[in-house]
């Protein structure tokens, strides 16, 4: 599988390619809401996952594979947490070298107390770290985390970057029914914003299979409490289900499992992408999936959704 995907459509940052610097799930939280299930098992070990020149080389031939204007932004981003790759800073200084393209991070922070990973990310152009709690009771409810990053790790290391970034610094919180819309939860997080002023905070709802089946988006109401609350510099972003770039692979089942792999996708919106490659193939193409038994349909929302099969989700009801 390559480490390097897309462009794909991002609300946030356009048209994105995706590198992806870890193995499949390899994660220090097991969030409730992780579109890609379950993290079985947690890990917090940070090395080099995959040889740094191979993702480097992968990311040039996909620079040449594009014309100027196709790709937005460089994410990191993907199946896991990319902070866990120990040469991230080295690759993104490598890429800044070799493209005017800006780089982003998407991480959920939990590292940024180590002042090297802090240092790995200072040359990226924008770092998106997650806060979805404002104490460490529903930090552990939540995000699930590997038990040494402890809730005063995590906010240690939001303001310690904080105060050494230059580049944009956009917090991501994800809004869960019942855990974090209630006034005093939003509060709490709130007061930890203050202390961390964030260019922007993106307001991300469950809409994706989440790893625990209870888990909700909230009502319009408690977006709107959620927005009033967090602050002017706050507003929802959902994730853009547009057209997905399904060339470069030697199949289109190929090319549809890697997308899968970074995260589930809506079966209406895969059997148009389909169609747009291979017109009136989209059946065959899905079935000749589900013969393979790589992926798995996950019903949620009333909607459903195809996932890798290895992703474990739950179907407990509460
Ligand atoms: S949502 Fe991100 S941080 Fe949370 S478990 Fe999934 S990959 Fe890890």
């Keep these: ?43 917090n ?31 990191f981003v993907g199946s896991g947490e990319p902070t866990l790759h120990s040469g991230i800073g080295w690759l993104i200084r490598a890429i800044k070298q070799i493209t005017p393209i800006p780089v982003a991070v998407i991480t959920n922070g939990s590292l940024l107390y180590l002042e090297e990973v802090r240092r790995d990310l200072l040359a990226a152009d924008a770092v998106l770290p997650t806060l979805d709690a404002g104490n460490g009771q529903l930090y552990r409810k939540i995000n699930r985390p590997w038990p040494e990053i402890t809730f005063e790790r995590l906010l240690d290391g939001l303001k310690s970057f904080s105060r050494e970034y230059q580049g944009k610094l956009w917090v991501e919180v994800m809004l869960i029914e019942g855990l974090n819309d209630p006034p005093q939860a939003l509060i709490e997080i709130t007061e930890i914003l203050k202390e961390i002023h964030p260019d922007q905070v993106h307001i991300n709802l469950p809409t994706r299979p989440p790893a625990e089946a209870w ?54 919106v895969l059997q148009q992408n389909i169609d747009r490659y291979v017109p009136g193939q989209a059946g065959q193409v899905l079935q000749n999936l589900l013969e393979s038994g790589q992926v798995q349909i996950v019903e949620r929302f009333g909607d459903r959704f195809w996932s890798i099969a290895r992703a474990v989700y739950s179907d407990k009801k509460v």
């Design 215 to 268: 888990v909700k988006a909230p009502s319009q109401e408690g977006v709107l409490r959620a927005i009033s609350i967090l602050g002017e510099i706050a507003h929802p972003v959902s994730p853009a289900e547009g057209s997905f770039d399904l060339s470069g692979h030697a199949s289109i089942e190929e090319a549809i499992l890697d997308i899968l792999t970074r995260h589930p996708v809506e079966e209406k």
């Design 45 to 75: 070990e940070r090395k080099e996952y995959i040889p740094r020149p191979e993702i480097l080389a992968e990311l040039q031939d996909a620079l040449k594979a594009h014309r100027a204007g196709e790709i937005d932004w460089i994410t």
């Design 1 to 43: 599988m390559s480490t390097v995907f897309g462009p794909v459509p991002s609300r946030r940052l356009g048209q994105s390619l995706g590198i992806d610097p870890i193995p499949a799930k390899t994660c220090n939280w097991n969030c409730v809401y992780c579109q890609l299930g379950r993290t079985v098992p947690l890990i």
